[in-house]
């Protein structure tokens, strides 16, 4: 199989061809398929992202065998898991946000025991979320300050606290404001779950009286939480 840098050079009506081969190999009952979505669906604009695409795609299912994926390909909920991710793909700006959507079909497709429907949810959880809520995301495996020393170090910009305090830049509020956001929004898509600073006293959670929410006294990850990063690619199976 060609790579992406080859698959760019084509013109695009070899690579559209191409894609619709592009899933383990040529296979015949979802290539035309998909080479008809690509056509139709996805503006010229946005092949380069599917070429990468296809590159990881084909990368993550090198190892699986093409009768296995022929399998599952029977389904129709598997071919619309697969056309799910040209569609994510073509919006997908990093490289990094094109490798977790194809691990999420990859997994599907390799694995008859997981479900298609499944895996959309996956797809379409991931859309909810940005690439440095991701970060957060990961970050809360291991949120006490000593843990995952190398992640946090490669992403110690995004991660770095910001700070509310009276004498703060418009620049920092700014980025305070953006990583309440995002804590906020991971917490609303179940995706992490805070354990709420309660008086010792009066057994009353305790409310802070800038903003009037909870106090918060650490913020777990959740199950689903944990198994959207297992299916991108950032967490190993036997991660805890």
Do not use: C
């Not at 429907?117 to 809520?133: A, F, G, P, T, V």
């Not at 917490?187 to 959670?205: F, S, W, Y």
């Not at 198994?227 to 036997?238: A, F, H, Q």
């Amino acid at each position: 199989m060609q790579g992406s840098k080859k698959i760019i050079d084509k013109n695009r009506t070899d690579l559209i061809a191409a894609a619709g081969k592009s899933i383990a190999g040529a296979i015949p009952v979802a290539g035309p398929l998909l080479s008809e979505l690509i056509d139709y669906l996805i503006p010229d604009q946005r092949i380069d992202r599917l070429a990468r695409y296809i590159s990881e795609l084909e990368s993550k299912l090198s190892h699986i065998s093409e009768e296995i994926v022929r399998e599952t390909l029977k389904s129709e909920e598997n071919i619309s898991l697969a056309e799910d991710g040209f569609i994510h793909a073509s919006r997908a700006i990093s490289k990094e946000r094109t490798s977790y959507i194809a691990s999420i079909v990859a997994n599907g497709l390799s694995d008859a025991e997981i479900e298609a429907h499944r895996q959309k949810y996956l797809l379409n959880l991931l859309s909810e979320i940005n690439d440095e809520e991701i970060i957060w995301l990961r970050m809360y495996l291991h949120p006490e300050i000593s843990g995952d020393h190398e992640f946090r170090e490669k992403h110690k910009v995004i991660l770095a606290p910001a700070s509310a305090s009276m004498d703060a830049s418009e620049k920092e509020l700014d980025k305070y404001a953006l990583q309440e956001s995002y804590k906020d929004h991971l917490e609303r898509l179940g995706l992490v779950r805070p354990n709420i600073r309660v008086d010792r006293t009066t057994k009353i959670p305790e409310f802070d009286s800038r903003t009037g929410k909870p106090k918060k006294s650490s913020t777990d990850i959740t199950h689903l939480g944990r198994m959207l990063l297992r299916e991108i690619g950032l967490v190993d199976v036997v991660d805890n």
